[in-house]
C-alpha cells in the first residue's frame, strides 16, 4: 500500500503563486511500483479534473488551462512530485489532489486533498 500526503495548499491573491508536494510513502514493493503521478483538482460544483500528470521518465501532460503558468516536477529518490503554480487565478480554487497509478494493473492511489484558495 502507498500513503500519498499533500502539502503547501492555502490563500493566496491573484496573481501570486504556491507551491504543492505530495510524499508517497508506504511499502518499499509498493513504492518501486509507481509509475506515473500527478494532480487533480476540484472545484464546489464541479468534476474533478486533471492538472498535470508526469511519468516516471520525466514526461509531462497539462491541462490546457494551466499550460504556461504550472510547472510538475518529480524527484524519484524523495517519492515526491511537485506543482509549481504561478500566476494563480481565481478560477484556479479547489481542493487539489494528489494522485498515482501503480504498474499493477488497475491499482493506484489518492492522497486526501490540499485546498487553494485564489483571492480576486
Known amino acids: 500500500q502507498v500513503q500519498l500526503v499533500e502539502s503547501g495548499g492555502g490563500l493566496v491573491q491573484a496573481g501570486g503563486s ?3 508536494s505530495c510524499a508517497a510513502s508506504g511499502s ?4 518501486i511500483r509507481l509509475d506515473a ?3 487533480y483538482r476540484q472545484a464546489p460544483g464541479k468534476q474533478r479534473e486533471l492538472v498535470a500528470a508526469i511519468t516516471r521518465g520525466g514526461s509531462t501532460n497539462y ?3 494551466v499550460k504556461d503558468r504550472f510547472t510538475i516536477s518529480r524527484d524519484n529518490g524523495k517519492n ?3 506543482l509549481q503554480m504561478n500566476s494563480l487565478k481565481p478560477e484556479d ?3 487539489y489532489y494528489c494522485h498515482a ?3 499493477v494493473g488497475g491499482v493506484d492511489y489518492w492522497g486526501e ?3 487553494v484558495t485564489v483571492s480576486s
Open 18 to 20: 504556491l507551491r504543492l
Open 28 to 31: 518499499i514493493r509498493s513504492i
Open 37 to 39: 503521478m500527478g494532480w
Open 63 to 65: 491541462a490546457d488551462s
Open 80 to 82: 515526491t512530485v511537485y
Open 93 to 95: 480554487t479547489a481542493v
Open 101 to 103: 497509478d501503480s504498474l
Open 113 to 115: 486533498g490540499t485546498l
